[in-house]
């Protein structure tokens, strides 16, 4: 990995750059980046945008790069490093991801997102992810799977797509990470190094607020006035659309 200053928010080539983004990639150094994106479908919007951009960025590496693919959603509390045997296992074509709070191919009503669930392959939360160049095939796999009608249903956008080609095509290409790299609300600790309300990028409004909340105290009064963050302790839902 190259570090933090190679760090980027990438958007959709035809999205624009919030001014907030702006200000501090600028201030942060980290990066702004586009991608190429095509809408196939009206359902799944989530699922064809995030598996376009994960196989953009990928094909983007050197040979032996590896990438670490972090949801909206998520927070960082500390610098970390991942150990030299999941780095090699990712430079070799697996890719690291940190089980779920539940195994939802059981979980719920029988779908295409179920099938493999025989095949002990651990179901995972794909908020956070580690990969490399030599994976570009899973990620290809990926891409094609949210292009097809069928997998742009049922629950969990991306998630559902990347655990179902896990299992069914790809059943030897799993790294499980420890859990402090994936910190759901079931799974926060002390030792939680990178944090997630997962769903807070969506319709679930109490995991946007509390996302918005922990980034607003990270990061300060850069990101917003004393009294803005006042306000926002007493009534989040104004600050939802920032």
């Known amino acids: 990995m190259r570090g933090a200053s190679n760090v980027a928010v990438y958007v959709p080539e035809a999205e624009s750059f919030t001014e907030q983004l702006v200000y501090l990639s600028d201030k942060h150094c980290f990066g702004r980046r586009r991608f190429p994106f ?3 479908a009206k359902q799944k919007f989530t699922s064809q945008l995030k598996c376009q951009g994960f196989l953009h960025i990928l094909s983007e590496l050197e040979e032996n ?3 670490l693919f972090v949801d909206a959603d998520t927070f960082c509390l500390s610098r970390f490093e991942f150990d030299a045997r999941t780095l090699d296992e990712v430079r070799n074509g697996r890719i690291g991801l940190v089980a779920d709070i ?19 392959v651990p179901y995972v939360n794909t908020g956070v992810m580690l990969a ?3 994976a570009i095939a899973l990620f290809a796999c990926f891409a094609d799977l949210a292009k097809n009608p069928r997998y742009l249903t049922g629950p969990f956008n991306d998630q559902s797509i990347v655990n ?4 069914n095509h790809f059943p030897n290409s799993l790294v499980l990470l420890d859990k402090r790299f994936n910190g759901m609300a079931d799974s926060r600790d002390g030792n939680t190094v990178i944090g997630h309300y997962s769903g807070g990028a969506g319709h679930y409004v109490d995991r946007q607020m509390g996302h918005l909340a922990v980034c607003a105290r990270l990061i300060g009064d ?3 006035k004393e009294d803005e963050y006042d306000e926002l302790i007493r009534d989040p839902t104004g600050f939802l659309s920032l």
């Open 38 to 40: 095509t809408r196939v």
């Open 65 to 67: 790069e590896s990438v």
């Open 102 to 120: 539940k195994n939802w191919r059981t979980e719920l009503p029988k779908g295409w997102w179920s099938l493999g669930a025989g095949q002990g």
């Open 132 to 134: 490399g160049k030599q």
């Open 164 to 167: 179902f080609a896990l299992a």
């Open 222 to 224: 850069e990101f917003m």
